[in-house]
């Protein structure tokens, strides 16, 4: 079915405006409607850390243009259109800004997976506001959000190649967290998914493509099966399924580290919009799982090699903590070589949050899916401004330090990926 004309003319400048920083000033914004409850995430946008960050990226323009489409839109399904549309434009603006294509569209540099964010925030929160000339319920403003929030995270654009004469890898990231105590923070996991989206690299094996999906950094996105729903697809055998994979997030203070095992446990510390939930993780109904639900995955990354390649500035460890409640017993207790038989779960390596969540769903779907493919999680170190820049009140929003910390980490991302898929057949 073809869409509405009108709206068909503006998707199509939301786009153009996407792809390529304005010079001219932003439309006026439809107007909000009064009292429309905004997220937690949502309502920093007001901040002036978010909004310098936008402005000094070009990014800015983003959300005041894809809120002016919004007032063009005359039906839910050319609403749905307009969201997957210009989210999908906004991704691949970012990975372009990232892989040097295209005008930079300010000072900040170009490796900055801040922007994304931001502007993603600008344009949810203008559909959350939105008063369309039409009945739409809480539930289709929803739908039409989380079309916004898949396409401009890349998770409905993962493209592997088919074929024997290539390897095919799928790489995540996440947004930027704890944002209440430093609004300015990046990071590094998806700055590296931005960075690696679509490049193919050089291994032992030979050639590798990477395909990259960023996910946010919230209890309930998780709990709706957007981690499996997301890989799903290039989990499952055919002539473009995976051959390798690797979930990453940022970690500790001046290490990489391969987390050995996942546990099933949500430890409950707020996620982006201050939810806190302490509990298993749920799988949703109707996906591929294990029965019963284990307590702990592995890895199957191989973790020795990555460790002994020196890959880079940073220090790679072979993590194998846990925290488990033994068979039998009550109180938690930390186990320095991974959890023993029938204990319970309390936080894998990588903890209780959602990187740890994040690695248990890839690798229980894995296992779920019987795929024989190397797979698991990589923390990356914590991503640090320079010295005499750490006060959020007063620092600065970036600076030299803080940029060529976060170009490090990705260059050792991509050389770890490089060192794992070499292993391939």
């Not at 509405?4 to 001219?24: E, K, N, Q, S």
């Not at 925030?121 to 739409?136: C, D, I």
């Not at 060529?404 to 260059?411: E, H, M, Q, S």
Request: hydrophobic fraction near 35%; glycine fraction near 10%; charge should be negative.
């Amino acid at each position: 079915m073809r869409p509405h004309p009108p709206t068909r003319l503006v998707v199509i400048g939301v786009v153009m405006a996407a792809c390529a920083p304005l010079t001219v000033a932003a439309p006026a914004a439809a107007e909000a409607s009064a009292g429309a409850e905004l997220t937690v995430e949502e309502q920093r946008l007001t901040g002036p850390v978010p909004e310098e960050i936008l402005q000094r990226s070009g990014f800015d323009q983003v959300a005041p243009l894809f809120t002016r489409a919004l007032a063009h839109v005359r039906t839910e399904a050319g609403a749905q259109r307009l969201a997957t549309t210009a989210g999908k434009a906004l991704w691949r603006r970012a990975v372009d800004r990232a892989q040097g294509r295209g005008p930079a569209g300010g000072d900040l540099s170009r490796d900055d997976d801040r922007p994304l964010y931001w502007a993603r925030l600008g344009m949810t929160k203008a559909v959350r506001q939105w008063q369309p000339s039409f009945a739409l319920d809480d539930a289709g403003h929803q739908g039409i959000i989380d079309r916004i929030e898949r396409s401009s995270r890349g998770q409905d654009t993962i493209d592997l190649p088919a074929g024997h004469d290539v390897k095919r890898i799928v790489l995540t990231g996440f947004d930027p967290f704890q944002l209440d105590a430093d609004a300015r923070r990046s990071n590094p996991s998806g700055a590296a998914a931005l960075a690696l989206d679509g490049v193919t690299v050089r291994t032992a094996s030979g050639p590798a493509r990477i395909e990259t999906a960023v996910f946010p950094v919230r209890w309930e996105d998780f709990g709706q099966g957007t981690v499996e729903k997301t890989l799903l697809p290039h989990f499952r055998k055919g002539p473009r399924d995976a051959d390798m994979f690797t979930t990453i997030s940022q970690g500790r203070v001046g290490r990489f580290d391969v987390e050995r095992f996942n546990g099933a446990w949500r430890g409950g510390y707020p996620d982006n919009n201050r939810a806190s939930l302490t509990e298993m993780i749920p799988v949703p109904e109707g996906l591929p799982t294990v029965h019963p639900q284990p307590q702990w995955t592995t890895t199957s990354l191989p973790y020795k090699k990555i460790v002994e390649a020196g890959t880079g500035r940073f220090p790679v460890y072979d993590n194998t903590a846990v925290t488990e409640i033994p068979a039998g017993q009550s109180e938690p207790v930390n186990r320095p070589d991974g959890p023993t038989e029938g204990s319970v779960a309390r936080a894998g390596g990588g903890g209780n949050y959602l990187s740890n969540e994040i690695a248990y769903r890839a690798t229980l779907l894995r296992d779920a899916l019987r795929l024989r493919i190397p797979g698991g999680h990589l923390h990356t170190p914590v991503l640090e401004f320079g010295e005499g820049n750490t006060d959020p009140a007063t620092g600065d929003v970036t600076d030299d330090t803080f940029v060529a910390n976060r170009l490090a980490i990705t260059a050792q991302v991509r050389a770890v990926i490089e060192e794992a898929a070499g292993t391939l057949d």
